[in-house]
Each structure stands twice: as C-alpha cells, then as structure tokens.
C-alpha cells in the first residue's frame, strides 16, 4: 500500500477485499433486490473531497465503525483497505498530513472497540437511517436504470397491496383506510383484475346473459324429467319435486318445442314393416307427349321464317 500507487494497489487488491458502504444479507430477492430493516445503514455519500479543516481523521473513523456495524466479524486487513479507498476517494490530502500509518491507526482503533461502544460513537447516523432508510436496495450487478428502478417500486408496491387490499370495498373506502391516491389503487386494480366497486351489482348485459343462463338451465332440467305420456298438470308435479315451477302453459309450449315426440307401445299399433309392406298399388300418371302440337308449331309460317334468318346469320 505504501510502495505503489492507488491504481496498481485497486489492481491487485479489488478482487482480495471487499468494498462495501451498506448493510446487505446474503439473500436476494430473485437475485435484484432485498429489503431494508431497522437495522440498516450506511455511509454518507460526499459529493466533494474533505479539505483540511473539516474533520478528515474524524470522518474516517466514523466510516471505519459504521462499518463494524454493519459486519461486525469484519477483519482489520479488510477494514483497511476500506479506509484507503474512502481516503482516495473523499478526501483532500495535498498537504500530505494524513498518511498510512494515520489509517492504520484509526483503523486499530475500531477494531478495538466494542459493540455498545460503536453504537454509542454512531448513534446520529444509526436515528437517521432508522428513519430515512430506503425501502429496498438493489443488487449491484442489477441495472441501474431509472425504468427497471420503477419496475421494483411497483412490483414491492403491488405485493404490499395484495395484503391490505380489501377486495369486498370500493377504491374510495380503500383508499381512505390504506391513505393511498384513488388513481394508484384504480391501476392496481386494472393490472390486478379486480372489481373496483362490488357492491354496484350486475350490469345490464351481465343480467342479460344471468337470464340467458338461468333459461337454458331451466330447459335442460325440463328435457330431462319432462315425460310426454303425462299431462301437463301431472308434469308440472313432477317438476316441482326436481326444484323447477312452471306453469301448465309453459310446459306445453316447451313440451311441443323442446320434447321428443312419444313413441307408441301399444300392442295394437303397426308396426314399422308392417306400415311399409302393406302398401296398397301406387297408380302413377305420365303425362304423353303430344306430338300433333308440335307438328303445328313446326308449319307455322313465322317459325319458317325466323328460322331461315337464324341460320342466314350463323353462315355469316
């Protein structure tokens, strides 16, 4: 670390240490993203370098225990090498005051230090991210794009509603007990399929095809138990038992409509060949063709003369 600069030392250091500046867990949520808990911090992110002044030694320190806090089995080799990327990276080192045994120092100074100590020396940034933690935390090999960001958000968002949503209330009732926008909870309902008002009832075409249904299955009970050798008084009991009341009229009517015909079992009834074999002679007229008229057609003098201008133009 001594010996070579910042670019060589990242060179053949990154892939031996790890650099990390927030609490993560093993487990990730389809390998993307994980939520956050009460538990959780991180490092401030500066957006210019400390200049002498401005507490440089102080602010390592304070990175060097924040993150003890977040893996407290962390090995000083690792914590060092923390604090040399935070050193380069956010610090203003040009009149050459802070050097490597001033990290290595701070650094023996963390590790020595207990958990309630550590607690204690970070108690403002263990409030602050208690209450202003992020919801979730994206992986780092994740894209990074603001589209696929929104794409989580939504996707935690939906999840969270799928356990407070209260499908038997309107989106006006759920939007005052969740204390969520109207227009969010109508897109999840839309993305959701799920009835925006239930207690509206049916609407005119879906009582249409309830009454369309509730016809046909009244036919088929109806074709199924009617009985065409009953009257339509004895088969209106007889529907009554099976559930379905209809009146004498309608029972006639469907059963002219609907029902198959009775077939005779009576003894005395012919039987099919008996109807086809004992046919009487069937006395067939054939008109003949009467060829006197057509004799007098064919002398007609018109009809002679239409003729031979026919085939005067067929010889043209």
Request: glycine share 4%.
């Amino acid at each position: 670390m001594g010996t070579m600069d910042y670019e060589k030392f990242m060179h053949y250091n990154s892939r031996k240490y790890c650099y990390f500046y927030r609490t993560e867990r093993a487990e990730w949520i389809d390998g993307i993203y994980q939520l956050t808990d009460d538990s959780y911090l991180q490092l401030w992110w500066l957006r210019e370098r400390i200049t002498d002044g401005n507490h440089r030694r102080r602010t390592l320190l304070k990175f060097a225990c924040l993150r003890r806090l977040m893996n407290y089995d962390v090995d000083a080799n690792t914590l060092l090498f923390n604090m040399y990327v935070d050193f380069n990276r956010f610090i203003d080192n040009s009149d050459h005051i802070i050097t490597l045994d001033t990290l290595t120092r701070r650094t023996r100074r963390a590790m020595t230090m207990t958990y309630d100590e550590l607690r204690e020396y970070c108690q403002y940034e263990i409030n602050y991210w208690k209450n202003h933690r992020p919801k979730f935390i994206m992986h780092p090999d994740a894209p990074k794009s603001l589209a696929f960001i929104n794409f989580v958000t939504k996707r935690i968002h939906y999840a969270e509603l799928d356990l407070s949503y209260d499908r038997t209330k309107s989106v006006q009732d759920n939007a005052v007990a969740l204390g969520i926008s109207p227009a969010t909870l109508y897109r999840y309902c839309s993305d959701r399929y799920i009835e925006t008002n239930p207690g509206k009832g049916q609407t005119y075409v879906q009582k249409r095809q309830a009454k369309k249904q509730a016809k046909a299955d009244k036919k088929a009970t109806f074709m199924l138990y009617y009985d065409p050798n009953l009257s339509a008084a004895k088969n209106r009991e007889k529907m009554l038992q099976y559930g379905l009341n209809l009146s004498v009229g309608t029972i006639r009517n469907w059963g002219k409509e609907y029902a198959m015909p009775s077939i005779p079992t009576s003894s005395t009834s012919p039987s099919p060949e008996s109807s086809i074999l004992n046919l009487g002679p069937i006395n067939v007229t054939v008109p003949s063709f009467n060829s006197s008229w057509w004799n007098s057609w064919e002398s007609d003098p018109l009809y002679a003369e239409n003729e031979a201008k026919w085939r005067e133009a067929c010889r043209r």
